[in-house]
C-alpha cells in the first residue's frame, strides 16, 4: 500500500537519492521514510489504519520514536531560560498545566520558587499537571525527602499559593507569548526579544551600506566602536607613558580627536573639500565621529550621499596609516603628501571597482594648485 501511495504520488518525493525503498520490515518493526509534512504523516496514518482494519495487526503510532528523539541535540540552556521567563500559562481547566515546572502562578513556576521542595518531589509528582496536583491535594503526597526547616517553608508558601487557585473546567488552559501583543508566539517577536535592551551603534547602518574595501569597512567597524589602538587607548591599558596625538601633539589621541577634532584633520578636511565645493562640511570641533558623519551627510542631497560615505572611510583610513607611519616607522608625511596619499589610495581603489569616488578625484586632479 505504501509503494503503491509512493507510485502515485500520494507522498512528497523524499530528498536525494540514497533511499531506495519508502518501507523496511525488520521482524515486526517498520521503518518508513516520509517527508515530515502533515498531508504525508495524515496519510501514512490512513494507510496504517487501513492496513490494520485488513489485517488485524494494529501499528502503535504512540511508540514511534520520532527521527530526533535519539540525537545528542539538547536545549541550550539560555533557551530553556528564554522558553521559562517568556511563555506564561493562564489557567483554566488546569489539565495540561504541569504544576511544578510551567509558568503559571505570579511567582513564576514553582520549580524556580521552591527548588528545596521541588528536589524532594517524586519523579511522577514533577510530571503532574495543575488540576492532577490540587484534586484532594495530591501534590502534598509526592514529597518524599528530608524535612529540613528550608522545605517546610517553602512548602507553606507553595500551600498558601495553591490554595487560592480557582480552576474553571470549562476553559482550556491557555499559553501566552510575552513578546507578542496578541500573546502568539513568533519567531520574529522571539528573535527581536533577543536584542531588548540593547542600542544601535551610531552609524552602522550607514557603513554597511558604504562601498569601500572589506578591511577599511572592518576597519572603520572599529574605530566606531572605539576599539582601535589610539595612544590614548594604549594609556589606558598600561602600554604606554603618554597618550600625546602623533599628528599635532596638542591634545590626547582619540578616535574623535585623530579623525574629527586634530588641527591636522581638519586641515586636511578642508584641502580635500575645497575642490568639491563641499568645505562646509569641513569638522570645526571635536565631537564624536558617529554624530559628525550623520550630521553631515544629512546636509548633502541623496545622490552625494555613498561617494561622500566612501571618501569618509578613504580620508580616515588614511589618517590612520599615515598615523602609524609616524608611530612605526619614524617617517612624518606633510599635508600635501597626505593628500597625494589620499587620491593615489583612492585611485587604488576605483581601480578595484568602487567607482563611486571616480568624479571626486576628477575633481581633485583638475584643482592641483590647491593641493
Ligand atoms: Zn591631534
Not at 490512513?46 to 501499528?59: E, H, K, P
Not at 530526533?68 to 506564561?88: C, F, G, Q, Y
Not at 491557555?174 to 551610531?202: C, H, I, M, N
Not at 576597519?219 to 582601535?228: C, E, K, N, S
Request: aromatic fraction near 10%; glycine fraction near 6%; charged fraction near 20%.
Amino acid at each position: 500500500m505504501i509503494r503503491e501511495a509512493d507510485r502515485l504520488r500520494t507522498f512528497a518525493p523524499l530528498p536525494g537519492r540514497s533511499i531506495k525503498h519508502r518501507a523496511s520490515l525488520y521482524a515486526d518493526d517498520l521503518v518508513v521514510f516520509v517527508t515530515p509534512a502533515a498531508e504525508d504523516l495524515t496519510c501514512l496514518q490512513q494507510i496504517l489504519l487501513l492496513f490494520a482494519g485488513a489485517s488485524g495487526l494494529i501499528a502503535n503510532i504512540d511508540k514511534c520514536d520520532r527521527c530526533w528523539a535519539t540525537l545528542p541535540a539538547r536545549a541550550e540552556k539560555n533557551v530553556v531560560a528564554m522558553i521559562d521567563a517568556s511563555m506564561t500559562v493562564i489557567i483554566g481547566d488546569g489539565a495540561s498545566a504541569k504544576l511544578w515546572t510551567d509558568n503559571w502562578s505570579n511567582v513564576g513556576s514553582l520549580c524556580s520558587f521552591a527548588p528545596q521542595l521541588f528536589a524532594d518531589i517524586s519523579p511522577r509528582g514533577k510530571k503532574m499537571s495543575v488540576n492532577d496536583g490540587l484534586f484532594q491535594n495530591r501534590w502534598a503526597r509526592e514529597i518524599h525527602g528530608a524535612d529540613t526547616v528550608q522545605v517546610l517553608l517553602q512548602y507553606l508558601r507553595v500551600w498558601a499559593i495553591l490554595r487560592a487557585v480557582v480552576l474553571d473546567p470549562h476553559v482550556p488552559d491557555r499559553l501566552t507569548w510575552k513578546w507578542s501583543p496578541d500573546g502568539k508566539y513568533s519567531v520574529s517577536s522571539t528573535y527581536r526579544a533577543f536584542f531588548e535592551g540593547s542600542t544601535a551603534l551610531l552609524g552602522a547602518k550607514e557603513l554597511g551600506k558604504t562601498k569601500a574595501p572589506p578591511k577599511v569597512k572592518f576597519f572603520m567597524w572599529l574605530v566606531l566602536h572605539r576599539r582601535i589602538w589610539t595612544a590614548n587607548r594604549r594609556l589606558r591599558h598600561g602600554l604606554q607613558d603618554s597618550d600625546d596625538c602623533n599628528l599635532c601633539s596638542q591634545a590626547s589621541e582619540t578616535c574623535d580627536h585623530l579623525f574629527v577634532g586634530c588641527v591636522t584633520t581638519r586641515q586636511l578636511w578642508y584641502r580635500l573639500l575645497l575642490p568639491l565645493g563641499l568645505q562646509d562640511l569641513t569638522p570645526l570641533t571635536e565631537e564624536s565621529l558617529g554624530i559628525w558623519w550623520l550630521r553631515q551627510r544629512e546636509r548633502l542631497s541623496a545622490d552625494s550621499r555613498p561617494p561622500f560615505d566612501t571618501l569618509l572611510l578613504l580620508i580616515t583610513w588614511t589618517i590612520w596609516k599615515e598615523r602609524n607611519n609616524r608611530v612605526f616607522n619614524r617617517i612624518t608625511s606633510n599635508l600635501a603628501a597626505i593628500a597625494q596619499e589620499v587620491i593615489r589610495e583612492g585611485q587604488c581603489w576605483c581601480e578595484a571597482g568602487y567607482s563611486s569616488l571616480a568624479h571626486l578625484i576628477s575633481l581633485w586632479s583638475q584643482n592641483q594648485v590647491v593641493l
